[in-house]
């Protein structure tokens, strides 16, 4: 919780906190949608994909380091080696780096089923997870 990284390390940029800020939105929004019927899959899968490159990039900009405009997770990973091990979330980053583009357009041969929501909001969860206790420690 970004309430949680404000007392824990004061010294957070407030630019980080933006990001987690993001993140967390659009995390809690795919967790809400998984209760509307008809499932929106994609744009769960989607949100989700964002949420956890928004956290990955608020360590970017804790370290100084220039935020790239990309969507690939783990683009995003390499950019934080070596000064920071991020090989826990590489099953995570690479699946989630999937829906950043396969679900915002109607291709029929990428249908997402319910099950991979359930997947992709726990990976999410994970790289959030993982960013926190990179920035409290």
């Known amino acids: 919780c970004v309430f949680c990284l404000r007392q824990k390390k004061s010294m957070a940029k407030a630019e980080t906190l933006e990001w987690l800020e993001y993140s ?19 744009i769960i899968c989607y949100l989700c994909q964002q949420s956890a490159e928004k956290a990955l990039k608020a360590i970017l900009v804790e370290n100084a380091i220039p935020v790239q405009k990309t ?5 995003i990973q390499k950019l934080l080696v070596p000064a920071i091990d991020t090989t826990i979330i590489n099953k995570e980053c690479a ?4 829906y950043a583009t396969i679900t915002r357009y109607p291709y029929p041969s990428m249908q997402i089923e319910e099950s991979e929501t359930n997947i992709a909001l726990l990976y999410a969860a994970t790289i959030r997870d993982f960013v926190h206790r990179i920035l409290t420690d």
């Open 24 to 42: 967390k939105r659009d995390f809690d929004s795919a967790a809400f949608l998984k209760n509307m019927k008809p499932l929106p899959c994609e």
């Open 95 to 98: 699946l989630l780096t999937n």
């Open 71 to 75: 969507h690939d997770l783990t683009v």
